[in-house]
């Protein structure tokens, strides 16, 4: 049974850098890609970006500029990092696994991790 | 503004059936799979429904998932009260070059 466990800080001031960490216990951490997704207080999803075990990355083009997706195969765990945070970053940040039986990029997220509330006030 | 339009809420009673709409273009629904995923209130997105119309290993039957050319619907049976959430279709934009979400929408069982 594959489990994801994220962590990180959950409150920022604007313009600091938001830094989460999502570890994978149980499973294969190869042959899948490792996703982050958002979701701001009362509204919807949104994807962040997504790292396979070699370090191939894909992101929102919406915040490529500010986005910092990595990979440590050694302990199984990928990281996220957001720049130059602002209030409209303030959200829930899920860790999620991704399955692309059909091929890459085609896929979806089968195991999610709890979340991780972030805040952003100054 | 999502992507992918679905409706805000949708209601029925208790034993019911309802559908739930999503709604998009030929980069998106038109030329990939569909997921499902279902939110209940606090906590994280739990999948239902991947490749349009699959369920995962201890999903019931009574949730099914269907595609027509730019559009998919979510199909619940035998509502139950434990079936209150809110429901997300999800997708590859190949346009976007972007996972894409729907805006969700809220169950309430009457």
């Known amino acids: 049974q594959v489990q994801l466990q994220q962590w990180g800080a959950g409150l920022l001031k604007p313009s600091e850098t938001l830094s989460l960490t999502c570890a994978v216990y149980?499973?294969?951490?190869?042959?899948?890609?490792w996703s982050w997704i958002r979701q701001p207080p009362g509204k919807g999803l949104e994807w962040i970006g997504e790292i396979n075990h070699s370090g191939s990355t894909n992101y929102n083009p919406s915040l490529k500029s500010r986005v910092t997706i990595s990979v440590d195969t050694s302990k199984n765990q990928f990281s996220l990092k957001l720049s130059s945070v602002t209030a409209a970053d303030t959200a829930v940040y899920y860790c999620?696994?991704?399955?692309?039986?059909?091929?890459?990029?085609?896929?979806?997220?089968?195991?999610w991790g709890k979340g991780t509330t972030v805040t952003v006030s100054s | 503004q999502s992507v992918l339009t679905q409706p805000p809420s949708v209601s029925a009673a208790p034993g019911q059936k309802v559908t739930i709409s999503c709604s998009g273009s030929?980069?998106?629904?038109?030329?990939?799979?569909v997921s499902w995923y279902q939110q209940l209130p606090g906590t994280a997105p739990k999948l239902l429904i991947y490749?349009?119309?699959k369920r995962p290993s201890g999903i019931p039957d009574r949730f099914s998932g269907s595609k027509s050319g730019t559009s998919a619907t979510l199909g619940i049976t035998g509502l139950q009260t434990g079936d209150e959430a809110d429901y997300y279709c999800?997708?590859?934009?190949?346009?976007?070059?972007?996972?894409?979400f729907g805006g969700g929408t809220k169950l309430t069982v009457l």
């Open positions: 999800g997708t590859w934009d190949s346009s976007l070059s972007a996972r894409v």
């Open positions: 490749d349009n119309n």
């Open positions: 030929s980069s998106n629904i038109g030329n990939n799979y």
């Open positions: 149980g499973g294969s951490f190869s042959g899948y890609y």
């Open positions: 999620a696994r991704l399955v692309f039986n059909s091929g890459y990029p085609k896929g979806y997220m089968d195991v």
